[in-house]
């Protein structure tokens, strides 16, 4: 409805909620990181001293992270500059074409510090934040993404420095330790396959199987290090490094706010898609205009809306699904945690 509202009214409705809308959003997200910088205050400047000392020589091996070369550094950090401010991309200055001023130029500059602000002011906060939190050198329970995981053949130990080194160069040189080929036997989720899974750039720990909620039991294939056709209700946990939105959101909870810190990300992720959902808008209806005349910028704009009605639509059966099965996953879950305790009875599990 908001959405629809804003996106309708055209440029000035726009300006009139982004105007608002993003310095409220810096301002949430520069709040929260500075409680988690100042909160691990004595790590800022070995932090500091860390960005500038592998600037070219990318990290070695903390907490398992087998290395990055600076190609893949500079890669990674084209890839995340582009994605935050779209720089380069040709987009942004449909939006400031519209702006009324005497110089061009003038509007340029403006143009200028967006970059600025969001790469080298909130992009250096967030690093600063990640750094100083230590969250980047843990490794951490979470769900395996199939895209992020490979199945070595053999036991590997990164606590030895030979088998560190050996894995490190089989990140930085792909293939050059024997993958997986064959079948994973696996019993009460615990594979049996004498076998290292590497996900994240890191060796996987305490790696247990599931099918739903519940340990598996059975075979999968594996081809080249990779299991073949998984079946979706199969998800592989256990503790690695994390990153990206994940990384960043338990790096502020290693703040003054606590748990309530991923809350700021959800804000800032919400605060953030809305955003570019309106300014796409404009960009879509500014092609409209010269294609096929201003005529054509009101079906554009309903269509643009009624698509992101129907997607919406797409989770009622889902959410109708949660509602209805709501007692069976909180018996599922408390469930799940009991047994965990019971198999890791050292380690920590949420309240």
């Given at each position: 409805?908001i959405l ?10 726009i ?5 608002k ?22 790590n800022v400047?070995?932090?500091?001293f860390a ?39 040709g987009?942004a200055?449909?939006?400031?074409s ?40 843990e ?14 053949a ?16 089989h ?6 330790l024997l ?30 199987i599931?099918?739903?909620a ?7 294939p ?5 299991l ?10 256990g ?7 994940a990384?960043t ?17 959800a804000i ?7 955003s570019?959902a309106?300014?796409w ?11 096929l ?10 269509v643009?809306?009624?698509g ?7 989770t009622l ?7 209805l099965?709501?007692?069976d ?12 305790k ?10």
């Amino acid at each position: 409805m908001i959405l629809g509202f804003v996106i309708i009214g055209g440029i000035k409705r726009i300006a009139q909620v982004t105007e608002k809308l993003v310095p409220a959003m810096a301002l949430i997200y520069f709040i929260g990181a500075l409680a988690v910088i100042f909160y691990n205050i004595e790590n800022v400047i070995p932090s500091i001293f860390a960005i500038f000392s592998d600037i070219f020589t990318g990290t070695a091996a903390g907490g398992g992270f087998f290395g990055a070369t600076f190609a893949y550094a500079f890669n990674r950090g084209v890839n995340r500059g582009l994605f935050s401010n779209e720089a380069g991309q040709g987009s942004a200055p449909i939006a400031h074409s519209s702006a009324k001023t005497n110089e061009p130029v003038s509007e340029g500059l403006v143009a200028i510090l967006e970059p600025f602000i969001d790469t080298v002011i909130i992009c250096t906060l967030t690093g600063l934040v990640v750094l100083s939190s230590g969250v980047w050198k843990e490794k951490l329970e979470n769900k395996f993404q199939y895209t992020d995981m490979q199945i070595l053949a053999g036991i590997y130990d990164d606590k030895k420095v030979e088998e560190l080194k050996e894995l490190s160069d089989h990140v930085l040189t792909p293939k050059k330790l024997l993958l997986y080929d064959g079948n994973l036997e696996v019993t009460d989720g615990k594979i049996n396959s004498q076998v290292s899974i590497v996900h994240a750039r890191s060796l996987a720990e305490n790696v247990l199987i599931y099918e739903d909620a519940k340990l598996f039991s059975g075979i999968l294939p594996v081809k080249d290090g990779a299991l073949v056709s998984p079946n979706p209700n199969i998800s592989v946990r256990g503790k690695s490094l994390i990153h990206s939105a994940a990384l960043t959101t338990e790096a502020f909870q290693r703040s003054f706010f606590g748990s309530w810190g991923k809350y700021i990300i959800a804000i800032g992720l919400l605060l953030f898609a809305f955003s570019t959902a309106i300014s796409w808008s404009y960009y879509g209806d500014r092609a409209m205009t010269f294609l096929l005349g201003s005529s054509s910028v009101i079906y554009f704009r309903i269509v643009y809306v009624i698509g992101f009605f129907v997607i919406a639509l797409m989770t009622l059966p889902n959410l109708i699904g949660i509602l209805l099965l709501r007692e069976d996953m909180k018996e599922t879950l408390k469930k799940y945690w009991l047994d965990f305790k019971a198999e890791h009875p050292n380690e920590k599990t949420p309240e």
